[in-house]
């Protein structure tokens, strides 16, 4: 089996993942990246390309005539490396729809056609137009996209929900992390059995081999994580006020900030601002597996306060109970209130101050809450089973495909 991914850049986590599925499930990987710097990456995303075994291509982008970025040269890679399946993300999606000789050129060579995305900022079909003239989501600086219900706009909106209601139904499957993607698609006149929910997850392998090694470090009940980059929408900032409130009451409490990005000085800022330079740690990104493991055990909880995904994966492993609030869905599948982990509301310090401050009133729960997470990725979601499920939803394309030929 050979497939082609269309992907916005390289993140470090991802790399291991596709090594994993090329290694050891006999699946040929090309991914087609941007030369330069992409237009999709978030800011602070850490790139590499250390330890890579699938292919890559840095191809040029351009943008179309509908304002999306598309990679020149594709025909010819396609062309070269023949694969079975092509697997694009947004904005790349698009242009099956607005050039639908690509699409036609797939159907010819018998390449399935395979949608992946975490679709927790896309609107139901019949909620879109109002999801959309209303700001539709937020940005990773932690504002709504630009309210505007002028006809124009509505027009403008009308053809995004159509361009993405006919992309819907040209794939062969999509692939998405949470279970409400059957009830999105199914809006979008998606039939059953073309959605395929994998639930999400970094090289459990690698990690619990760390892991083992590290379990020998001592913890502090008190230490709350974070790991993740510096931006607005991780609200780092509320969690920062979150410890001094809790520093008052618990003198053992500390903050340990792992991750770089835009507001990396801010942050810094109302730390030196709050005196509480002494309990409220930062130190940059960090991406070898050893180093993160030893800091992640050090630590008593993890605590996402805004949005995120894979750091809770990440911690659960290391055996660490999980606060969060409303993140990109996969903590729906992860966190379980009271069991391994606890929400609070989305936002708000005091409910963030209060749902961290059980945990500190019974630290006995910290450590059974830690090793609960632990075998929900154990037992549930991991690396194995993620790829399993992107091993069924590639045989379902294929099959699909081979029908439409």
Known sequence: ???????????????????????DFNVEISVVVP?????????????????????????EEYTTYYGKKFFKGLRELIGQEKPNILMVSWP??????????????????????????????????EQAIEYYTQGGGITENNQSH??????????????????????????????????????LHASYGVLANRVFITANSPDTDEIF???????????????????????????????????????????STALTIVGDGPEMENLRTQVMEANAQDFIQFTGGIYDMAELGKITC??????????????????????????CSVADGTEKSLVREGYNGHYFKSGSLPS??????????????????????????????????????????FRGAMSRSDKRS
């Open 1 to 23: 089996m050979k497939l082609m991914l269309l992907a916005g850049g390289l993140p470090h986590y991802y790399n291991l993942v596709l090594n994993k599925l090329q290694r």
């Open 35 to 59: 030369k330069g710097n992409g237009a999709t990456l978030g800011a602070g995303v850490f790139e590499s390309t250390n330890g890579i075994e699938f292919k890559v291509y840095f191809q």
């Open 92 to 125: 790349y999606q698009v242009s099956f729809v607005f050039y639908p000789f690509w699409y036609m050129f797939l159907r010819r060579n018998k390449i399935a056609l395979i949608s992946k995305e975490i679709p927790f900022q896309v609107p139901h079909y």
């Open 146 to 183: 630009q309210k505007n219900n002028a006809w124009t706009a509505i027009i403008k909106f009308l053809i995004v929900r159509e361009t993405r209601r006919i992309f819907s139904r040209l794939v062969d499957a999509h692939i998405n992390y949470l279970d409400d993607a059957r009830s």
């Open 209 to 251: 081999r760390h892991e083992a090694a590290l379990q020998h470090i001592a913890s502090n009940p008190y230490r709350l994580l974070h790991v993740g980059r510096l931006v607005k929408w991780k609200q780092v900032d509320l969690l920062i006020n979150a410890t001094i409130e809790l520093r008052k009451k618990y003198p």
């Open 298 to 323: 050090e630590a008593g909880i993890y605590v996402l306060a805004g949005m995120g995904g894979l750091s809770i994966n990440e911690a659960m492993c290391f055996g660490k109970p999980v606060i």
């Open 352 to 393: 963030l101050v209060s749902t961290i401050e059980k945990l500190f009133l019974d630290p006995a729960q910290i450590a059974l809450m830690g090793q609960r997470s632990k075998e929900i990725i154990q037992q549930e979601i991991n690396i194995h089973t993620v790829l399993g499920n992107y091993m069924e939803a």
